[in-house]
């Protein structure tokens, strides 16, 4: 395996953060490269008597199964089943991280980060010497479906963005929720016509035509997948809409509290956002006061709630419940309600023994806020680890770098443009420039005694002579214009490799944040798999450049 670092892409606060400045670290309860810290945590978890380890590990094996059902994986000889058994072990661990589901597993970095996940349970399991367990949380009550929605893939030098279709914007349904989409089929069939025809890509072309009978939403569709693809190497799915994780004792208490505490919470919030800001940063994450973080299914929709004199109202309805409705609906109907973007971590780790989670930049900056808010509960953030971030360049697409000399990513991210043009100029065999040059010097030194002796003889006749030089300096340019486009059109080629590099490695944006995981596995195989889980143990602050 041949790879690079460079800086990390990340910006903002997470990259404060990654880089280790001290203001932005100061806003994290652990520092994720002190190796120490996650001792701290390890002792934080054992003197928590109240995870519930059996039934969610009972949970989590009965998902795993369906999931290997599902995919035809033998859910009797499956590492995601093993795993979610061990999670019951009363001295267990869980390296946590998740995503919103999307369509073909969306984006390279959803991959990177369960990849992450798992490599970094494998390390802390050695070092620790104790059960730590890879799970990936799917974010399957969010409500923003175009996100779930496409895959975007390079067809030729072409983005291609294959999609299926959105459901009305007005319903605030969430993902989990709604139906398979009808055109589901025709996606598959349409990513699968514009990847390479290779033994994998027919392994899994059966799997995802074969898949929408045997799962029944989007983000079901999407767990089974990854479970396909990582579940043999341990990773275990959690999806927060499985029956009985809500009515869990553990889930009615959390959201019991939430709602009994939903004025501190939005404290410790509102401390949280102004540390962000007094730091010069722009917070990821702000709420009204009033905003009770968690939400309500109300007919199908999953509404806000907010608090009022009253008690609680559901976010544009007319509904008003008091909180002692509230505290029986929780009891009775625990399925009704959902933890909103700020205290889904917290029922995460309510229900989880997390040592770690794994975060992309947008998280980063979330957690940024959250201190206060896990403090506000009496409960502590973990630590938070930067997932892999990398950028994956092909044979063909490294030869080229090599004859152009270019330097990834570095030269992509700052535009490629200074440097094409410059490869133009030394395939200039005319030297049109200078050739040109020449010839408006000549021009003008012929032409300029003839208008000064023009302009002595008549001032009028004079300045028509003048505007005459100037017309042929202006047909010398014309005529340069023109073999300057002539020579671009000579260089074509080397115009397509400088576009085709950029498409590969930064396609309108980073490449993991673009792209799909699925061309490069049908191309190179698993051993990519195995490539990224070494590349995500170690130096998770870099930006890796993986030759492959």
């Known amino acids: 395996m041949r790879f690079e670092k460079c800086d990390t892409l990340f910006s903002g606060i997470a990259k404060a953060y990654v880089e280790r400045e001290v203001e932005a670290a100061s806003l994290f309860s652990y520092d994720f490269h002190d190796e120490t810290s996650f001792g701290r945590r390890v002792d934080h978890l054992d003197g928590n008597k109240n995870i519930p380890r059996h039934p969610v590990s009972r949970l989590l094996v009965d998902f795993q199964k369906q999931l ?10 499956n590492a995601a089943v093993e795993n979610a058994l061990r999670l019951a072990e009363t001295n267990s661990l869980a390296m946590v991280t998740g995503q919103q589901a999307g369509l073909f597993t969306g984006p390279l970095y959803t991959v990177y980060k369960a990849i992450t996940c798992i490599a970094q349970a494998r390390y802390w399991e050695e070092r620790l010497n104790r059960p730590v367990i890879p799970i990936f949380w799917v974010a399957s009550e ?52 514009n990847v390479a025809d290779t033994t994998v890509k027919q392994e899994w072309q059966s799997l995802l035509r074969d898949l929408p009978a045997k799962v029944t939403s989007l983000n079901g569709y999407f767990a089974a997948v990854l479970h396909r693809l990582l579940g043999p190497y341990g990773l275990v799915m959690l999806d927060p809409l499985m029956p009985g994780l809500k009515a869990l004792t553990e889930s009615r208490d959390f959201f019991s509290c939430v709602m009994k505490k939903s004025v501190v919470l939005s404290e410790g919030l509102t401390k949280g956002v102004e540390r962000v800001r007094d730091l010069g940063y722009v917070p990821q994450v702000e709420k009204k006061v009033t905003d009770a973080h968690m939400f309500f299914y109300h007919a199908g929709e999953r509404l806000a709630m907010e608090r009022i004199s009253e008690g609680f109202s559901l976010r544009g309805k007319d509904d008003v419940f008091s909180p002692a409705e509230i505290f029986q609906q929780i009891q009775d109907n625990p399925e ?127 300045k028509a002579a003048e505007e005459n030089l100037e017309r042929v300096l202006g047909q010398v340019q014309f005529l340069q214009n023109k073999v300057h486009q002539r020579h671009r059109q000579h260089c074509q080629e080397s115009r397509n490799h400088f576009d085709k590099v950029k498409k590969h490695l930064w396609p309108y944006g980073p490449q993991e944040r673009v792209l799909n995981i699925f061309p490069y596995l049908f191309k190179y195989d698993y051993g990519l798999i195995g490539q990224l889980m070494e590349l995500a143990i170690t130096d998770v602050e870099t930006h890796r450049i993986l030759y492959i």
């Open 68 to 77: 290997s059902q599902a995919v035809g994986l033998d859910p009797e000889k």
């Open 142 to 193: 969010d409500h923003d479906f175009d996100e779930s929605s496409h895959v975007q893939i390079l067809q030729g030098e072409q983005l291609l963005r294959v999609a299926v279709t959105e459901l009305p914007e007005e319903a605030r349904q969430a993902v989990g929720h709604r139906p398979l989409p009808e055109d589901l089929l025709a996606a598959v069939d349409e990513f699968f016509a």
């Open 336 to 462: 009704s309600f959902s933890p909103s973007v700020v205290t889904r971590p917290l029922w995460q780790d309510r229900l989880l023994p997390t040592l770690a989670y794994i975060a992309g930049p947008g998280e980063i900056a979330y957690f940024a806020s959250y201190k206060p808010v896990y403090e506000a509960i009496d409960m502590e953030m973990p630590p938070i680890i930067p997932r892999l971030s990398a950028t994956l360049v092909e044979g063909f697409i490294d030869r080229l770098l090599k004859k152009y000399d270019i330097i990834p990513i570095h030269d992509v991210r700052q535009g490629l443009e200074e440097r094409l043009n410059r490869i133009i100029a030394e395939q200039d065999e005319l030297g049109i420039n200078a050739l040109f040059a020449e010839l408006q010097a000549k021009v003008k030194l012929a032409y300029e005694p003839v208008v000064e002796k023009v302009g002595r003889w008549d001032g009028s006749i004079g």
